[in-house]
Structures are given as C-alpha cells and as structure tokens.
C-alpha cells in the first residue's frame, strides 16, 4: 500500500521504519535475494517494510557489489558452451524433441561475432539481432538457430 493508506498497525509500523523513502513493490528476485538472508532479523523487517536495502547501504561498508555473481555467470557460461558442442548437437536434440520439428540440419547463426567488443558493436548486433528475429519469425520455415541474441 502505497503512503497514507496504511489499514492496520502493522503496515504503519513498516511505513515508519521505511520513513522518508520511497517503498518498492516485491518482486521475485527481491524475495529471491531475502531468501540468502532470512534468518537474519534486520533483513526481514527491511523486506517486509519494502526498504530498497541496496540504495540504503550505498556507499557504505557493507554495500552490496554490484553485478551478477561471478559463479552465476561462470555457470552459464559452460551450459551455453555444453550446448554448442559437436556443432550444437545437445540444442539440436533439445529444440527437435521439444519442438517437434527437426532441427538437425538447422543453420547456425552466430550472432555474437563480427561486432567490436564496445557499446557501438553492441548496439550494431542489437539492431541485427531484432532485425534477424524478425525475418526468422515471418520468413521461410527452415529451421535455423540463432546463437547469441
């Protein structure tokens, strides 16, 4: 509930210790992140009073890093790699089971090289990417994968 329409104690409580910031709705990766530190008294009322912990703690000590974990990324990493082994055998076999169509003979698209490694390569390969996405959805219905989108 947004400020001023608190409809029982507890919510006014929350909104007190929330005080003059601005209250952020739940999502899924915040209940996700609260999950890591449930036992931990303050985190819990920080997250029931929707206090956005991060722009709290900014420039503090104890701020959080940001960015994605360095093992999350590390994991992700390998799966694309297991994917694209024997000539993306295991996405093949994934996308014809799963699809019911056959993707054994389907053209690979890299997506990913030929762009410089800055934002106007990245920007290039946005703009080649949606562009691609678009042909792939409307065009012939070969069968192709685009790698790196």
Do not use: K
């Not at 000590?61 to 990324?73: D, L, R, T």
Request: aromatic share 4%; with cysteine.
């Amino acid at each position: 509930m947004g400020r001023g329409t608190q409809s029982n104690p507890a919510e006014t409580v929350l909104a007190r210790v929330r005080g003059q910031a601005s209250d952020i709705r739940p999502t899924v990766r915040r209940l996700a992140a609260f999950a890591n530190v449930h036992s931990c008294p303050t985190a819990a009322v920080a997250f029931a009073a929707r206090v956005d912990t991060n722009r709290a703690l900014a420039g503090t000590s104890v701020e959080v890093p940001y960015g994605q974990s360095p093992f999350a990324i590390g994991r992700g990493v390998a799966f694309e790699s297991l994917l694209r082994q024997h000539g993306h055998a295991e996405l093949r076999r994934v996308l014809t089971d799963g699809l019911a169509a056959d993707f054994s003979l389907a053209a690979i698209e890299n997506l990913r090289e030929g762009y410089p490694p800055n934002r106007t390569g990245m920007t290039i390969r946005a703009v080649v990417t949606r562009s691609r996405m678009a042909e792939v959805a409307t065009g012939p219905p070969d069968p192709i994968v685009l790698d790196g989108c």
